[in-house]
């Protein structure tokens, strides 16, 4: 069966210090992954998906990039955190089938102070 | 007007009662529909795929009506353990897969 993963589960930053969360997925092999971000009281918001190794497309231009140097492994950072930069970070990775259904990882809570 | 639209609630309702929410999307170029579970501080998780003929699993019903462009789900006999937030999702294609999640239904069930 597959799994992801995501650490840390939780980041307390402060404001202008570099970021990197990582997201793996075990047990499926060339996956599409997503990352979103859900600020508090809100709905996705989608910002990187990868279709493979070095595919990162953006949806929301801002100061976070993504990178996916394997397979099973996308990583979102950042330069220097903005106070606007703290929520919950999702990692998703989309199941190919008649649905496409998509699966998140357990998240990573960040504050920016 | 949003991609997909729903009634943010919050819905109160006592144990046992039956409610039911509904989602729009205002693209016919959908192809999937899900409803997803989250409850505070974690992870959205599949609760269920919508399916044409409207489908059923224990005490969740789900319903597709294309023609309106709108999907239900109808949650029976309310469990406490059922409070939480209900996302609507909509699958696009459009020569890629774009998934548009609702900004979610909260309910609490009450004893």
């Known amino acids: 069966s597959q799994t992801i993963h995501q650490w840390p589960a939780t980041l307390v930053q402060p404001v202008g210090s570099p970021l990197s969360l990582e997201c793996t997925v075990e047990?499926?092999?060339?996956?599409?992954l997503y990352w979103y971000r859900q600020a508090a009281g809100r709905g996705l918001q989608l910002l990187f998906y990868?279709?493979?190794?070095?595919?990162i497309s953006s949806e929301v231009p801002q100061n976070l990039s993504a990178s996916r140097p394997q397979d099973r492994q996308f990583i979102l950072s950042s330069k220097k955190l903005l106070l606007s930069d703290s929520g919950f970070y999702l990692c998703a990775w989309r199941r190919t089938s008649r649905y496409n259904e998509q699966f998140f990882g357990p998240g990573t809570r960040l504050t920016v102070l | 007007r949003k991609e997909v639209e729903q009634d943010p609630g919050p819905f109160n309702v006592p144990e046992g009662a039956t409610v039911a929410f509904n989602c729009t999307y205002s693209n016919s170029a959908s192809q999937s529909f899900f409803w997803y579970r989250q409850d505070c501080r974690k992870e959205p998780k599949l609760l269920m795929s919508?399916?044409?003929s409207g489908n059923e699993d224990g005490r969740f019903t789900a319903q597709l009506n294309r023609a309106s462009q709108y999907i239900s789900l109808l949650i029976r006999d309310s469990k406490l353990s059922d409070s939480a937030t209900y996302l609507c999702v909509v699958i696009l294609n459009t020569g890629g897969f774009k998934t548009i999640f609702g900004a979610g239904t909260r309910l609490f069930v009450k004893a």
């Open positions: 919508v399916y044409s």
């Open positions: 047990g499926t092999s060339n996956p599409n």
């Open positions: 990868s279709v493979g190794i070095g595919q």
